[in-house]
């Protein structure tokens, strides 16, 4: 069995629909790096980073980083269709993601890490910049991954759910909303996906777009 460490609102939504992508047997371990809890407890012994998502294989092997485990589900489980025959323009954007919006927001929700200083003036200025990358990275990645979302069946293929997914935070969809209207409808599309839509709810029942 599959185990998911992760928690409401985090990155584990994207693995949760995965997992039923795949029709594996799995089951969640609430954790996370913010919360003493049994569970990050216990995501501490697997990963010292506590990073959410990480996923715990059947054979007890470890994997973490988002894009890295929807790598290895789609190339694991091809039925699923997470992953494209020829999916090297996925895989592209899945790191795509990693690199240039997880890897923002993660400064952007703790710019503390990022400074020396505890002057909360510097913390603001960095989350500003952060921010406004953040939000030129998601047109660069509309602009060149629009097509690139969906199966030939038009499901949301791994890089649409993490695309729908990682675009809820720090104003990401809000600003595509002003600069790329168009490709938030994929965005959209994939949001009300009978398999993406019930998982979405779970992890964000305010939300409003």
Same mark, same amino acid.
């Given at each position: ?22 029709? !594996? ?12 809890? !049994? ?13 959410? &998502? ?56 703790? &710019? ?27 047109? *660069? ?20 759910? *993490? ?41 964000? &029942?305010?939300?409003?777009?």
């Amino acid at each position: 069995m599959y185990t998911l460490y992760g928690t409401q609102g985090a990155g584990s939504c994207m693995i949760e629909i995965a997992l039923q992508r795949c029709e !594996v047997p799995w089951h969640q371990v609430d954790a996370c790096s913010w919360e003493d809890t !049994v569970g990050s407890k216990a995501l501490a012994r697997i990963n010292p980073l506590k990073q959410i &998502p990480t996923l715990q294989l059947p054979d007890g092997s470890v994997l973490t980083e988002s894009a890295a485990i929807l790598i290895h589900l789609g190339l694991a489980f091809p039925a699923s269709n997470l992953l494209p025959a020829n999916a090297a323009q996925v895989i592209r954007g899945l790191v795509y993601i990693a690199a240039n919006c997880y890897s923002a927001i993660g400064i952007i929700d703790y &710019p503390q890490r990022w400074l020396d200083s505890a002057d909360e003036r510097l913390q603001a200025q960095l989350v500003a910049g952060t921010r406004r990358h953040l939000h030129l990275a998601w047109e *660069m990645f509309a602009d060149q991954f629009a097509g690139q979302l969906f199966n030939a069946s038009d499901v949301p293929n791994a890089l649409g759910i *993490m695309a729908a997914a990682v675009s809820r935070w720090s104003g990401g969809r809000g600003a595509l909303q002003q600069s790329r209207p168009e490709f938030v409808l994929s965005l959209v599309q994939v949001d009300i996906d009978p398999n993406v839509a019930p998982v979405f709810a779970r992890h964000w &029942p305010q939300w409003t777009g």
